[in-house]
């Protein structure tokens, strides 16, 4: 069985600063790792994954994402935070044969002027 | 185009009916999904089905049934609609083979007064 946490339900920053949102999951055999982003009113799209390979995920709209064993972390982070980047966020992870995703609580990242 | 739609967008019903929502998917997937999104955020997986294997989350109440009458549509049936059931509801796709990355539909209010 797969397990997800979002430290942090809300989290704030300034538009150009750094955005860290925490992820850490459980998993008794080797995860797949996503993180996707809810704007207000929509569905869900993905941000960036991790499969196998390099443990430092790039995504779309400068997202990037590092895997971390040893910390069993997903964290997600962005350089500087846009005003556009206001959404929900959701760390997922999967095993199973039938890749039903397991997703955390979500945060929701708020961008100040 | 939309590759995964839903209909309808918005459901306002009363309790004890019988409901359905629909969703299509236009990318050629195999197989397809239902989440259910609480009022706190909360996604959980309902549903995955691949080619007519069916494979329900045990939590889900047998009031909920999909239908899928060819491997781009997967609807949601929902039998005695309870107060609990109000959620918005996410059809997802994705290809069969591997962990791969779903595309989510919109979502579908359902308000159950």
């Known amino acids: 069985a797969q397990s997800v946490t979002q430290l942090g339900s809300h989290v704030s920053v300034s538009e150009g600063a750094l955005v860290l949102l925490r992820c850490n999951y459980s998993s008794s055999v080797p995860p797949y790792l996503f993180w996707y982003v809810q704007y207000p009113n929509q569905g869900l799209q993905l941000l960036l994954k991790y499969t196998t390979g390099a443990t430092l995920v790039k995504g779309i709209n400068g997202f990037e994402a590092e895997f971390k064993k040893s910390e069993t972390s997903f964290h997600l982070t962005k350089p500087s935070a846009h005003m556009s980047d206001a959404a929900e966020y959701f760390c997922?992870?999967?095993?199973?044969?039938?890749?039903?995703?397991?997703f955390g609580g979500g945060t929701r990242l708020m961008v100040k002027p | 185009d939309t590759a995964v739609s839903q209909t309808p967008k918005y459901l306002v019903t009363q309790m004890g009916n019988d409901k359905s929502i629909k969703c299509e998917q236009n990318?050629?997937?195999?197989?397809m999904y239902w989440y259910k999104q609480d009022s706190k955020k909360f996604l959980k997986i309902m549903f995955s089905?691949?080619?007519?294997?069916?494979?329900i989350n045990e939590t889900v109440p047998n009031r909920f049934s999909p239908k899928s009458p060819d491997k781009a549509h997967l609807n949601l049936h929902i039998n005695s609609l309870e107060l609990g059931d109000s959620a918005v509801y996410f059809c997802a796709s994705s290809q069969r083979t591997g962990i791969n990355e779903q595309y989510f539909g919109p979502g579908t209010r359902l308000t159950v007064t």
């Open positions: 089905y691949n080619n007519k294997e069916l494979i």
């Open positions: 997922a992870v999967t095993a199973s044969t039938g890749n039903m995703l397991t």
């Open positions: 990318l050629g997937h195999d197989t």
